[in-house]
T-cell receptor, first 113, second 110 residues
Framework: DTGVSQDPRHKITKRGQNVTFRCDPI?????LYWYRQTLGQGPEFLTY????????KSRLLSDRFSAERPKGSFSTLEIQRTEQGDSAMYLC???????????FGSGTQLSVL | QKEVEQDPGPLSVPEGAIVSLNCTYS??????FMWYRQYSRKGPELLMY????GNKEDGRFTAQVDKSSKYISLFIRDSQPSDSATYLCAMSVDDYKLSFGAGTTVTVRA
């Protein structure tokens, strides 16, 4: 068990570019979550998958954001036409259906210049 | 007003002291309560998990939940320099959408 893995760890991009992040959950976990954390704040919920189904999306997830989890395994989070306000740490977490505890990855730090 | 309030600190204590952290919340429907530890540039690490009210102890850590006062606490006994981190409280109504506090930065001085 290697824990939740996120790639890349850091991403620097120019405003207007598209970026994609990947998350590999703990292997036996069927639930996967994306959170966003800005400096000095706690993480904020973005979206949640159970297997391949995206069950809830936060109002924070604008039309420029899309998340997928094909085949219920890894997940990707894409941000189109990035804005400076998108700069944050994007955290992925996973849990099993029988245990509510969320385990987080180390995050992807996005900087939009 | 935020749903979860947490004093950001910073909190500085000498090694061996008891660290006391707390959060208040406004949503009476919260029933899952957690404390996470976060080191710089790392993801949050689950420390304590409590369902509903009561106390829970794990080694040097004790978590308390008082639903009647909408108040939760974390105590760290015999604090060590390695405990220096940001501590985040989190809570949820269901078991997946967590509401976090802003985090309290703790420094334990050797």
């Amino acid at each position: 068990d290697t824990g939740v893995s996120q790639d890349p760890r850091h991403k620097i991009t120019k405003r207007g570019q598209n970026v994609t992040f990947r998350c590999d959950p703990i292997s036996e976990h069927n639930r996967l979550y994306w959170y966003r954390q800005t400096l000095g704040q706690g993480p904020e919920f973005l979206t949640y998958f159970q297997n391949e189904a995206q069950l809830e999306k936060s109002r924070l997830l604008s039309d420029r954001f899309s998340a997928e989890r094909p085949k219920g395994s890894f997940s990707t989070l894409e941000i189109q036409r990035t804005e400076q306000g998108d700069s944050a740490m994007y955290l992925c977490a996973s849990s099993s259906a029988t245990n509510e505890k969320l385990f987080f990855g180390s995050g992807t730090q996005l900087s939009v210049l | 007003q935020k749903e979860v309030e947490q004093d950001p600190g910073p909190l500085s204590v000498p090694e061996g002291a008891i660290v006391s952290l707390n959060c208040t919340y406004s949503n009476s429907a919260f029933q899952y309560f957690m404390w996470y530890r976060q080191y710089s540039r790392k993801g949050p690490e689950l420390l304590m998990y409590t369902y509903s009210s009561g106390n829970k102890e794990d080694g040097r850590f004790t978590a308390q939940v008082d639903k009647s006062s909408k108040y939760i606490s974390l105590f760290i006994r015999d604090s060590q320099p390695s405990d220096s981190a940001t501590y985040l409280c989190a809570m949820s109504v269901d078991d997946y959408k967590l509401s976090f506090g802003a985090g309290t930065t703790v420094t334990v001085r050797a």
